[in-house]
């Protein structure tokens, strides 16, 4: 089985590009879904957030937009919060990969937003990169709700500049040309990993 790490900055299409490997029958675990379930209620994350950050911990569940405005103030916590949740999503990735393994998938998609910022890149076997120009992805993520160009600036610190991304990949998808020459990019790494030719 050939595990894919799926990874991209903020704004290249990389949750679209995780779709359309779903659509085309790849499994895909999607890390940042992950997360949102363990910040719910019961979620396996709540507590241990609660207990480092209280102030943003409300009815039993991490609301997402106190957390975000606290590391706003205190980006220092990012390192306190990805220890509590980097663990528990690790944890879940190894039982979507244990379950892809029985039913005999040949092919799986990890998406992880920060693969190299995290070392994942360690933990799979090729990698996709999506990608787009940088006016393209800064169009895009100033379009969001609650998005400013100092948000979108601490965000693109925390990450690996896209040209080093891009080349460390082995595959790359180029999301600002359309969906339809997206999917093909799609299609054509699948078949190229399908068919042992994944050079």
């Given at each position: 089985?050939?595990?894919?790490?799926?990874?991209?900055?903020?704004?290249?299409?990389?949750?679209?590009?995780?779709?359309?490997?779903?659509?085309?029958?790849?499994?895909?675990?999607?890390?940042?879904?992950?997360?949102?379930?363990?910040?719910?209620?019961?979620?396996?994350?709540?507590?241990?957030?609660?207990?480092?950050?209280?102030?943003?911990?409300?009815?039993?569940?991490?609301?997402?937009?106190?957390?975000?405005?606290?590391?706003?103030?205190?980006?220092?916590?990012?390192?306190?919060?990805?220890?509590?949740?980097?663990?528990?999503v690790r944890a879940?990735?190894?039982?979507?990969?244990?379950?892809?393994?029985?039913r005999n998938a040949?092919?799986?998609?990890?998406?992880?937003?920060?693969?190299?910022?995290?070392g994942r890149d360690?933990?799979?076997?090729?990698?996709?990169?999506?990608?787009?120009?940088?006016?393209?992805?800064?169009?895009?993520?100033?379009?969001?709700?609650?998005?400013?160009?100092?948000?979108?600036?601490?965000?693109?610190?925390?990450?690996?500049?896209?040209?080093?991304?891009?080349?460390?990949?082995?595959?790359?998808?180029?999301?600002?040309?359309?969906?339809?020459?997206?999917?093909?990019?799609?299609?054509?790494?699948?078949?190229?990993?399908?068919?042992?030719?994944?050079?």
């Amino acid at each position: 089985m050939i595990v894919l790490g799926l990874t991209g900055s903020i704004g290249m299409g990389k949750t679209e590009t995780a779709r359309m490997f779903a659509e085309l029958g790849v499994p895909v675990s999607d890390s940042d879904a992950i997360v949102h379930q363990l910040y719910e209620a019961g979620g396996a994350a709540v507590a241990p957030v609660a207990e480092a950050f209280p102030n943003v911990v409300s009815a039993g569940r991490v609301d997402r937009r106190k957390l975000g405005l606290h590391l706003g103030a205190h980006p220092a916590d990012f390192a306190r919060l990805e220890k509590i949740v980097h663990p528990l999503v690790r944890a879940e990735q190894a039982r979507f990969l244990a379950e892809a393994r029985k039913r005999n998938a040949p092919v799986v998609v990890l998406d992880i937003p920060l693969l190299f910022e995290t070392g994942r890149d360690r933990d799979v076997d090729r990698i996709v990169v999506v990608s787009a120009p940088a006016d393209v992805q800064r169009r895009r993520v100033l379009a969001r709700p609650g998005m400013s160009e100092a948000k979108f600036a601490a965000i693109l610190a925390r990450q690996l500049p896209d040209a080093e991304k891009r080349a460390r990949a082995d595959f790359i998808v180029d999301s600002h040309k359309g969906f339809d020459h997206a999917r093909r990019q799609v299609a054509a790494i699948i078949a190229a990993l399908t068919t042992g030719d994944s050079a």
